[in-house]
T-cell receptor
């Protein structure tokens, strides 16, 4: 059981570079989301999707793009990386109904120099 | 205002001590869900428990127990006879029916350090 798979696990970028963080799930979950975790801030929602072709913004969407072309995949794109985007990024998936537990990937640690 | 407040940033205990992690939430929904997640030093997020707003029964799972009190908007987590392996960051989270989906709002987390 793979669950939620995130790649890469670690990445270092230079300011201004672009990058796509990959997320895939094999549980046929409708709902997928991206969070960022910063020290002392908990996890904050970046973007989420309730199904293929449907995405919406979370609490901290600026600087990030997402798309959902399939149920399984939900990539997160940084078009022009900034040092403020240095963080640990988590992808999660669940069934779409309110109250469903989220299943998290192992995270991607991203550093922007 | 924060929707989920974990006022304890860091707690240090000695093994075998009991410890309670506090969580206070804020919502106008009558239907909502509360969660606890554990993040060990290895970094992954582990789901521990879910409680819906209509079920105020306390829950016990081994050394873990949870106390949900709607009157004080709290969902506290107690570890009995703590062990070194309990050292982790613990997050409380809220899912509100008004969001329409399983979106979670997290507290800032409490880091628990259990020393031998």
């Amino acid at each position: 059981n793979a669950g939620v798979t995130q790649t890469p696990k670690f990445q270092v970028l230079k300011t201004g570079q672009s990058m796509t963080l990959q997320c895939a799930q094999d549980m046929n979950h409708e709902y997928m989301s991206w969070y960022r975790q910063d020290p002392g801030m908990g996890l904050r929602l970046i973007h989420y999707s309730v199904g293929a072709g449907i995405t919406d913004q979370g609490e901290v969407p600026n600087g990030y793009n997402v798309s959902r072309s399939t149920t399984e995949d939900f990539p997160l794109r940084l078009l022009s990386a900034a040092p403020s985007q240095t963080s640990v990024y988590f992808c999660a998936s669940s069934y779409g109904q309110v109250g469903q537990p989220q299943h998290f990937g192992d995270g991607t640690r991203l550093s922007i120099l | 205002a924060q929707k989920v407040t974990q006022a304890q940033t860091e707690i240090s205990v000695v093994e075998k001590e009991d410890v309670t992690l506090d969580c206070v939430y804020e919502t106008r929904d009558t239907t909502y869900y509360l969660f606890w997640y554990k993040q060990p030093p290895s970094g992954e997020l582990v789901f521990l428990i879910r409680r819906n707003s209509f079920d105020e029964q306390n829950e016990i799972s081994g050394r873990y127990s949870w106390n949900f009190q709607k009157s004080t908007s709290s969902f506290n987590f107690t570890i009995t006879a703590s062990q070194v392996v309990d050292s982790a960051v613990y997050f409380c989270a809220l899912s509100e029916s008004s969001s329409g989906y399983s979106t979670l709002t997290f507290g800032k987390g409490t880091m628990l350090l259990v020393s031998p």
